[in-house]
């Protein structure tokens, strides 16, 4: 395969950003890293704390780290563990930051999930990450909790980019975009240079399917069955068409006369959750321009191995994925139900996965103390 041949390059070409949903001291030590922006034209990288709790308990990277953080407090051992990696990551992908113009190459840490019911203390902790890894290619990642959004607005007005994490609605999607369009404007109003200020919405796939066809299943008919693995394409198609709509405005015309970026949507928990379905499912039938699919290492390697591209898959299809979710309503799931419960999941997943990187890194840390 030559290339320009290749399915990651052709993806690119077709608009879409490739970000790799992984990151940890060995992918970073073996030049892992490096080497898939060159075979897989990766030109991003998202944290959360569940990779991070599952890099911190394989191997044995982080010894040395952890040895010389021994007299350290844990949670400020984690904070420095990972804001090293984040840091050492967007130093790998500062070429891209650049030659992007500053749209592409950025790496994203995400706030302690524990805060994601509490504005002002994720802004506090907003600011000292953003200082602390002290990158311009950094995002901050914000979940889009009701107390979140207030939170994005202020993070962003401040002049920090922002990756808003945990989107499932397009209600809760539309408040994401106005909190970001409202710092903008409170960022020029401040004086900041808008153009280095990005910021990506992470709308969540996979996991709205997962939730969607179990319901479908409780209801086994022929008709609700046949729906299954359709509900968070139209979901996301739906996304785009709102993103298309609120970036032709008049008030993001006037943000962007002054330099700003768009806010792109990025298509999150992209790896499929049911083996029945094809491994690049959500790739393939999410194909856009001035979008990103964030994609865990073995969707990306399934989609850089076999991967098709067959032009835009997502303009123009709003009125469909309307009647497929309106199909599913019929079937008595409720969409406005499911979205809600997956938002509480998540962040008490992120919660659980954040008490587990606590737990292992106290103990490297007692392992280092002998």
Request: hydrophobic content about 40%.
């Given at each position: 395969?030559?290339?320009?041949?290749?399915?990651?390059?052709?993806?690119?070409?077709?608009?879409?950003?490739?970000w790799l949903d992984d990151l940890s001291r060995e992918r970073l030590d073996t030049g892992n890293l490096a080497g898939l922006i060159d075979t897989h034209d990766v030109v991003g990288v998202t944290t959360n704390p569940t990779i991070f709790a599952g890099a911190l308990s394989a191997g044995n990277a982080y010894?040395?780290?952890?040895?010389?953080?021994?007299?350290?407090?844990?949670?400020?051992?984690?904070?420095?563990?990972?804001?090293?990696?984040?840091?050492?990551?967007?130093?790998?992908?500062?070429?891209?930051?650049d030659a992007t113009g500053t749209v592409d190459g950025r790496v994203s840490i995400e706030v302690d999930p524990r805060l994601?019911?509490?504005?002002?203390?994720?802004?506090e902790t907003a600011r000292r990450l953003w200082t602390t890894v002290d990158r311009p290619n950094l995002m901050i990642k914000i979940p889009a909790t009701v107390e979140g959004l207030p939170a994005i607005t202020e993070t962003i007005a401040a002049g920090f980019s922002v990756n808003v994490t945990l989107i499932f609605s397009i209600d809760r999607y539309r408040q994401v975009m106005d909190a970001f369009l409202t710092g903008l404007e409170r960022a020029r109003a401040q004086g900041h240079d808008l153009g280095?200020?990005?910021?990506?919405?992470?709308?969540f796939v996979s996991r709205v399917d997962a939730a969607v066809d179990s319901a479908l299943a409780d209801v086994g008919t022929d008709e609700a069955l046949a729906l299954r693995g359709k509900a968070a394409i139209a979901n996301a198609r739906l996304a785009y068409a709102a993103y298309q709509e609120v970036f032709a405005s008049e008030r993001w015309q006037t943000l962007a006369a002054a330099g700003a970026q768009p806010q792109r949507p990025l298509w999150a928990s992209t790896g499929v959750k049911d083996p029945a379905y094809p491994d690049t499912l959500y790739v393939t039938e999410l194909v856009a321009p001035g979008v990103v699919n964030t994609m865990p290492e073995a969707t990306l390697d399934a989609f850089a191995d076999h991967g098709e591209i067959s032009g835009d898959t997502v303009s123009g299809t709003a009125e469909q994925a309307l009647a497929t979710l309106a199909a599913v309503e019929a079937q008595g799931v409720s969409m406005t139900e499911v979205t809600a419960r997956l938002?509480?999941?998540?962040?008490?997943?992120?919660?659980?996965?954040?008490?587990?990187?606590l737990t292992t890194t106290k103990n490297g840390l007692d392992a280092a103390r002998g």
């Open positions: 395969m030559t290339e320009t041949n290749r399915p990651t390059r052709r993806l690119s070409e077709a608009g879409v950003s490739i010894d040395t780290a952890l040895a010389e953080l021994a007299g350290t407090d844990v949670e400020a051992a984690v904070e420095t563990i990972t804001t090293d990696d984040v840091r050492s990551a967007a130093d790998v992908l500062r070429g891209v930051y994601a019911r509490d504005t002002a203390a994720t802004v280095p200020i990005g910021s990506v919405a992470s709308f938002e509480a999941e998540g962040v008490s997943k992120f919660e659980k996965s954040w008490d587990e990187l």
